[in-house]
């Protein structure tokens, strides 16, 4: 989008015209959304009843309020191409108690989600399921005769690749927080927005 | 309320000056109320100022307590709202209860709720503030939800107040009771649900400020019962404080820099207008930049009326049923410079087809629209008016004999496409009164200074293409949303924000019967928009399509309606019918003639199309043309 590669697109006698490119690529990947908003009653509706709206789908979303009271941030995550998932930004910006918006898909960040997993495990296969917990630093919350819950803290990708090995001992219960995120350095996204 | 037919120059300023425009009166003078307005309105939206101070209650000689509802009236009256379309309720009765110790307030009882949304956009437009409409909670507030999506679609500066139950009923399916800030989430620019009527200062305060600031949107405050009837002690705030409401106005310079260069590299560059320019009063810099570079500006249905029509550079509407030659110089274009529109599909058509030669520079306030329907070139998010005053002085002059061999080709088009017959093809059509004929005429009559509001459909095609525009904003039209039954309730609108210009509501025999009980509301508070019924007995643009694109199926498009004389007159509205080209100046002139509303049915060839028009999923270079019968005279 830069006004200074002049490419004309000047008329060839008897050629087709060229096509219109339509915007985006149309190349889908992950995208990590950090939302800054204001914590108030009918926020969460407002951004989630607007991605819908605009027809995006919602990969995981985590909410809490900040070191502010009043200010709350949102972790979104969604597949689309960058043009796509920058109008979902630009969108969520229209809207009053939203404060900042940032795509920190290709910034260095720290990424985590916690997981909870209550897997089939008896005095037989125990061993198996702590020793898998253990390569990938989960931790064992609670303990019972045939079952246990692996608490799981990583990327997405990492508690994908536990919860797919726990998977053949029986997984009775799953719960995901959903992503949360913040940018390495001493920058801060919430920088902009104290007041 | 007195119509003035004495034609242009009535404003006194309009005489003097040297511009063309102020010659030939297409903006109203200084000093003109319209100018008033304008800048009134122009001022709220760019700065937040203190309003007026109110009367305190007890310099209204009133002993009583000041409670919500008070606090609603002072916000109203501080925010220059002085007009309120609405209709009652009984959790609105706190309200009507006080609204008679503000006589300042005149509040327009509509017969509908739909008409009271409608008729404050119809405001809104004419004059450039905010329109304020009222409604009681449960029924009354869905019957304006579509008033509000219509707002929300073409960008209308709006406040919108519902009443709700209790608040300790919230919740309990009350009696009249409806999540209706659920249901306005989406189509409103932001919205409120006020309990505490020590919120309702602010909330008034922020809800103004929302709607008017950069792209103007409506805004909804639903108000609950005991929030109305509480005591209120809150103050007017004198600013408000919105951390996540910060609109850019400048455009970038480094962008506006970009911009010029491409302008001087364009070799054939068109001007794209949209309701932009318009809202933020950009038409002198328009002209400007359109006169300094030679470029020809074609613009969107919203932007109709944001240049003369008569000026030579301006080159006319564009999209699926504007100009054929418009249609081509934007498809032969090496430049577009988009102003303050949002390339809609009704103006892209199939965007792969869309202007394949050219490159675009797109300036919108909201940063939202760039490149949300098409790739742009070079963005800019601004004000339309201040990235204009920017850029001007950037721009190389261009003489008009530089521009000469692609001047004169879009003239020869532009020949050409107003030879064909769909244009002018005189008052007849195949034995029939023509639509296209009847509009010109009303456009002629008043000068083409009046307001005209259209309906939705082949009305207001019609409208758009043949009744003439040179004052801005004197086309007022359901764009985005195409709400039928829109053209009336907003020309009540527009005439009560507008008392001097005439005003006319162009509609088709569907819209009308719409929403045609807001003629009563025209007789009861003495507004006096002229109604111009194109009369087909037929649903004409779903007619058309049936005839071209489904196969002559003609399902549920034959319409009967009343006989409109003999309702106009049970309303108290004189009618007139014209049914021969002859008839039709005579029947303008009379309604013209009477101190009020009037109506008259023109009654149209069933059959007539409007061409050329662009079929669905095709482009503009794909237009459909007429198959011409010789007119029978």
Known sequence: MSATDPAPRTAPAHTAPPARPLPGDGHSHRHVLVAIVLNRPGVLNRVSSLMRARNFNIDTLAVSHTDQPEVSRMTLTLHGDDVAVEQAAKQLYRLIDVLKVQDVTSDPTVEHEIALIKVHASDRNRGEVLTIADMYKAKVVDLAAESLIVEATGTEAEVDALIALLRGFGIKELVRSGTVVMSRGTGSIEEAVKR | METTDDGPGRSPAATTGDSPRSRINHMPGAGSERAEAISAGRHEMLHDTLRKEIKSLAERGLKRPRIGADAVCESLLRQSAEVVFGFPGGVLLPLYDVLGDYPELRHILVRHEQGAAHAADGFARATGKVGVCLATSGPGATNLVTGIGNAMLDSVPMVAITGNVVSSLLGKDAFQEIDITGITLPCTKHNYLVRDPNEIPRVFAEAFHIARTGRPGP??????????????????????????????????????????????????????????????????????????????????????????????????????????????????????????????????????????????????????????????????????????????????????????????????????????????????????????????????????????????????????????????????????????????????????????????????????????????????????????????????????????????????????????????????????????????????????????????????????????????????SDLLEEQFEEPKQ
């Open chain 2, 219 to 620: 805004v909804h405050i639903d108000l609950t019962k005991d929030a109305l009837m509480g005591v209120c002690t809150a103050g007017h705030p004198d600013k408000v404080d919105l951390p996540g409401f910060k609109p850019n106005l400048d455009g970038h310079p480094r962008q506006i820099k970009f911009a010029a260069q491409e302008i001087a590299k364009a070799q054939r560059p068109v001007i794209l207008a949209g309701h932009g320019v318009l809202i933020s009063d950009a038409m002198d810099e328009l002209k400007e930049l359109a006169e300094k570079a030679q470029i020809p500006v074609a613009h969107t249905l919203l932007g109709v009326s944001a240049m003369d029509e008569t000026h030579p550079l301006s080159l006319g509407w564009v999209g699926m049923h504007g100009w054929k030659h418009v249609n081509k110089a934007i498809q032969s274009a090496d430049l577009l410079i988009a102003l303050g529109m949002r390339f809609d599909d009704r103006v892209t058509g199939h965007v792969p087809t869309f202007a394949p030669y050219a490159r675009i520079i797109h300036v919108d306030i909201d940063p939202a629209e760039i490149g949300k329907n098409v790739a742009v070139e070079v963005p800019i998010v601004g004000d339309v008016k201040r990235v204009l005053r920017a850029l001007i002085p950037l721009v190389e002059p261009v003489s008009r004999e530089t521009r000469a061999a692609y001047l004169d080709e879009l003239a020869e088009w532009r020949i050409e496409s107003e030879k064909t017959p769909w244009h002018g093809s005189g008052a007849w059509r195949n034995g029939q009164l023509s639509a296209d004929f009847v509009v010109s005429r009303i456009g002629e009559a008043s000068n083409h200074d009046a307001t005209i509001v259209a309906d939705v459909g082949q009305n207001q095609m019609w409208a758009a293409r043949y009744a003439g525009f040179r004052r801005p904003n004197s086309h007022i039209s359901s764009g985005g949303l195409g709400t039928m039954g829109y053209g009336l309730p907003a020309a009540m609108g527009a005439a009560v924000g507008l008392p001097d210009k005439e005003t006319w509501a162009i509609v088709g025999d569907g819209g009308l019967q719409m929403t045609s009980q807001e003629m009563m509301t025209l007789v009861q508070d003495h507004i006096p928009v002229k109604i111009a019924l194109l009369n087909n007995h037929k649903l004409g643009m779903i007619r058309q399509w049936q005839e071209l694109v489904y196969a002559g199926n003609y399902h549920s498009s034959n319409l009967l309606g009343p006989d409109w004389c003999k309702l106009a007159e049970a309303y108290g509205i004189p009618g007139f019918q014209a049914t021969t080209p002859a008839e039709v100046d005579e029947a303008i002139a009379s309604a013209r003639a009477v101190d009020g509303p009037a109506l008259i049915e023109f009654v149209i060839a069933a059959e007539q199309n409007v061409y050329p028009m662009m079929p669905a999923g095709k482009g503009l």
